[in-house]
């Protein structure tokens, strides 16, 4: 059973259709790793560069202290995190997500409405991505409700 098994992973991994990205998703394909915050005072440690991936490692919901209420919190299985980014640009920027978790983005204890939504490229994994716009200044990005401990995000600049 388990050399079927292997077998069938492999045959997936050797057939499987590589993304075709837009440019300005490639630094989707390099990761480098970032742990959530649980609250705003290691925020310092859990800042995101902008136009680079991070695969975040999220805590269990019930030892956050958000920064400010998610829509969608989550219960007590599920995962989130804080982090900061810094825009130093006015425009329109995407958050890429790699699960389905809840995204917030707020600068000043004020919610940034979202002005667009969408899926990844087939075969990216990219589960969904989110335009925000930003002015110039450090946004608390939030991740809510979400079933996966770890997950890949990317904040990029469309606009």
Sequence with gaps: MKIALYIGCLCLCLF??????PSELNAWKS??????????????NAMLTLNK?????????????????????????????????????????????GNAS?????????????????????NSGIRKMVDYPLEVGTYTLQLSAGSDATTALLVIKIK
């Design 16 to 21: 499987a259709q590589e993304a075709n990205l």
């Design 31 to 44: 990761l480098s790793y970032i742990n959530a915050a649980k609250n705003s005072n290691e925020l310092p």
């Design 53 to 97: 991936a991070s695969f975040v490692g999220l805590h269990n919901t019930p030892k956050i202290e958000y920064v400010t209420r998610p829509d969608k919190e989550g219960g007590t299985v599920s995962y989130g995190g804080i982090f900061q980014i810094k825009i130093v640009e006015n425009g329109v920027y995407r958050v890429a997500l």
């Design 102 to 122: 809840w995204i917030d983005l707020s600068k000043d204890g004020k919610l940034i409405q979202s002005v667009a939504h969408n899926t990844g490229p087939e």
